[in-house]
């Protein structure tokens, strides 16, 4: 590999993992039978917020044709 090459992943991949991560979050919300506890809360909060982050990424990185 020659130094100075950088390697980039298709945005789809980054889309994917977004969609890969609100399904992890809507999971924990739809199949908790009580209320979600604290940590269930942050889980879900930070999925969806790495997710909006790599769907962001994946746009701003696109590209344009």
């Known amino acids: 590999m020659v130094e100075g090459t950088v390697i980039q992943a298709p945005p789809w991949t980054l889309l994917a993992a977004d969609i ?6 809507a999971l924990l919300v739809f199949k908790s039978p009580a209320p979600l506890k604290t940590w269930e809360m942050g889980v879900c909060v930070s999925a969806v917020v790495v997710g909006a982050l790599l769907a962001c990424l994946a746009v701003l990185t696109g590209k344009r044709l």
Do not use: E, N, S, Y
């Open 20 to 25: 890969l991560l609100i399904g992890l979050a």
